[in-house]
């Protein structure tokens, strides 16, 4: 068969967005590609399944794993064909067909001849590739002709973020010999990555035809109210000793490494302390090793010699204080390198110290950021007890409604007993060990399920109704065994051929209710799984992945033909360490995934939409009392389900288009005081000025005056007084002012300055021709909070275009790393030893031409400025002593921000 039969048709209506890319796709197409960007559950399966037909050629549907590969054929079967399946679609990339279903690791394996095998381990399902041998040719070859002899003319690329992996080369081949129609869908475009890695994307899935955000499709209900809680834990007693135990370790250790009067007599007597001029080179390469003992040194009372200070190229520099980082580094630096062999026999002492501590992985020390303790927060069994109460509460909330799916990394089968009874210790987080806490405090006889790639359990209630589906799937063989210790459960181990069956089988059962809290593993269930009928999700994973997060929040957002009044709580676990100041890893990592997370805030009376863990409103948990008030916060918050709906409603009328900006936090932490202290200051130093000004130009007539009342003989003297007494405090006055003239300035309007930089990279984009948006319909907009926050984004052109603004700027304006050339602010009012330097970055500093367009703009829209070339001798000195600055100050983090505008 070369097209479709004439009756095949989508059984339901059209969403809004869904029906306006089909109306436009014979226009999308005139390139060959059809590029969608939309978030989970916008229905880009579909869309991808009709454009298909339209098109009406033989296609090679490539997808990233082997359930999402089996998602397409049953979603075609069921939306398209009433469950039919005709012998014209295949999954066996050997066989091509009408239709052809395979994965991106399968092409690859196939082009590079080598076997794909589908293997479930402890963390998770993987699709694995093993050599077979190396020729690789014959194999590229081979499926060409396959393809073209099937008449395949057509590529549906699944969430084509994968695409950033080596499997693009293949593609690349198949793509230049088919020449075929691209139809390229994804949640997440890689917008991270460097502009070759977005080259190669681009050139593979064309432009970007069609983006959506959450808000739009909230806007037009494709996606159902939802929000993001938190629960927090405290590590368990065992867990909270172990951790003590391992701080207390490092910071005696600490405490005695710091003192070290060795490490001190090395340093003091080493040349490289002793005559820096001469060792120019090794520092310039070594900053941070120079760094620590400098440091270190400090630390130890010893006076820093001038010389160190022209380095690194500061007179008043300021050395920070020796800290866990620091003596890292200077430890590493001791122990490793060529420089201290005169300490060979102790250095291999304090390197047996480290090992036996547990502070050296892989000849690196680390006891900061301590691996140990940090596995013990990301898997603390407190966890166990928080899922209970969460699902317990929401069972409070919905009841025989209740669809919670509980997604986690590990299985831990040896959870599972053969006996009469499982008295197991659950002392590890995993399916089967969340399985047995559900079930042994189970007295709501909530209906539980498991379903991984090796282990499935479900409750026997829902047996019946499964095993007539396996008949009707045509399925044999399978193994049921009721648990021994527990006769209200089937425990079944799947075969190969029924394995990818049987994950669609159980989720139909769990979205009826036979089964209403289903634990899974994250890469079986995190990633193109389909059940809409979910209303809560438990996030116990511990990944932070932009990507992977996304996906498996995405599970929970989709609306429901069967409940048009579905609301969704998406719940985030997070283990506290009291001890750190942010919070631990635990929470580090929560917050990093909320930064790719767009949902309602607290913040504020009225809602709003925004990213950022911080517009849930959670302050910094440190006590008990805290911890309990904010797990008291979610839970009110799971309660009202009712008012999410309205939340929403309300915090739309804002607008439902995203934008991405930059957020510079100011450098001081109280803004408004500081503005006004200088603004004092300043009418002060004015006051000052007038008064010496009225003594200058007033000495003639006061000395007119005294000498018409005679009561001076020598008046000269004293106008000369006046003279010079005047002109003394104008100076004096004059410098005050003009200081704190200048730093009111600065804090009134710090935006303006990024609008100007912003300006500066907009403009070198377009001659780049990475924006390509014309500049009419492009917008710079900035503002300043009242604390003295400074924001900047681009209103206009594509998402590509806007994210890669952002990244762009943030690089022009971030402390110094490694440019090819630097841009030197030539204010007039700066003193030399004041000069401002800015990266120019890395796009445009690739060749002289683009950096010298970057310059210009740069002196027309921010000052007169010089352009420094770094890979001479002289730059190469200056950069390096701009990265040492930026190594030893401080510098707050710069933020990108999501909010709506209208």
Known sequence: MKSFPENIHFK?????????????????????????????????????????????????????????????????????????FP??????????QLITISTYQGIHAFCNDTIEIEEESEEESNILVKNKSKNSLKSTETLIKLLKKAGIKVFILDEAHH?????????????????????????????????????????????????????????????CPHQDLVFFTFPSEVEKKEIENIQTKSLKFFNQISNDQLILIALQNHDIYINPENHLDWIYENISSYSSGLVFLNHHKIKIDKKHFEIIGDQDFYIPELNFFWLEELLDFFIYSDYFKNFEEYRIELESKLKRNGFLDKK???????????????????????????????????????????????????????????????????????????????????????????????????????????????????????????????????NEAAKNNLVHLITEIFQKGEIQVLIGTKSLLGEGWDAPEINSLILSSFISSFVLSNQMRGRAIRISKNNLDKTSNIWHLACVDTQNESGGYDVEILKKRFKTFVGLSNNQELPSIQNRFERLNITDIRTKEDLESANAQSANLASNRSNLAKSWEKALEKGNVLIEEIQVPFDEKNYQEVKLKYLQKTLGNLSGILISTILIFSSDFLGGILKGLGKFQSIEGLEIYFLL?????????????YRTLKQYLKYKNISKNLLKIGRTVMMSLMNEKIIKTPASQLKLIGNQSSSGDSSCYLDGGT???????????????SPIDNPRYLILQNDFYKFPKNKSYFAVPEIFGRNKKSAIFYE????????????????????????????????????KHIEHINKLIK
């Open 799 to 813: 998402n590509y275009e806007k994210s890669i603004f952002i990244q762009t700027l943030q690089e022009a304006i």
């Open 364 to 494: 690196y020390v680390n006891f900061s950021v301590n691996e140990n303790i940090n596995k013990t927060l990301s898997t603390s069994i407190s966890k166990l007890q928080a899922i209970k109460e969460i699902v317990d509460l929401e069972f409070k909330n919905l009841k025989k409604d209740l669809r919670l799916v509980i997604l986690t990394d590990y299985i831990r089968k040896e959870y599972l007993s053969q006996e009469a009874e499982n008295n197991f210790t659950l002392d590890k987080i995993g399916v089967v060990s969340i399985f047995e806490k559900l079930r042994r405090d189970n007295s709501q006889n909530l209906k539980i399920g498991v379903l991984s790639g090796s282990i499935v359990i479900i409750p026997n209630s829902a047996l019946e109704n499964l095993k007539k589906q396996l008949i009707d799937f045509k399925i044999e063989n399978l193994n049921f065994q009721e648990l021994s210790y527990d006769k209200e459960y089937c425990i079944i181990y799947p």
């Open 163 to 223: 695409l950033k992996n080596a499997w693009w080369k293949s593609l690349f081949e198949l793509k230049y010999e088919i020449n075929p129609k691209i139809v390229a869908l994804t949640a997440t475009p890689p917008f991270d990555v460097s502009p070759n890695e977005w080259k190669r994307y681009i050139d593979l899935n064309g432009a970007v035809d069609t983006e959506i955000s959450v808000p739009e499709l909230m806007k037009e209900k494709d996606l």
């Open 856 to 891: 210009n703009q740069w002196n027309q829209n921010v000052g007169n400025s010089s352009l420094i070339f770094t890979r001479t001798l002289e730059g190469r000195n200056l950069l390096l002593k701009l990265r040492l600055q930026s190594m030893l100050k401080k510098n």
């Open 725 to 737: 007494f005047g002109s003394a405090l104008f100076i004096t006055y004059g410098g005050f002012t």
């Open 87 to 96: 012998d014209w679609i295949s999954t066996d990339i050997n066989k091509p």
């Open 12 to 84: 339901y209506p059209w969403r809004n967005y869904q029906e306006k890319v089909l109306n436009e796709l014979d226009f999308h197409l005139e390139d060959n590609h059809l590029h969608i960007v939309a978030p989970p559950g916008s229905g880009k399966t579909v869309l991808g399944l009709e454009v298909m037909l339209r098109i009406n050629l033989p296609t090679l549907i490539i997808a990233p794993t082997i359930a999402i590969k089996n998602q397409w054929k049953q979603r075609f079967c069921e939306l398209f064909l009433d469950n039919n």
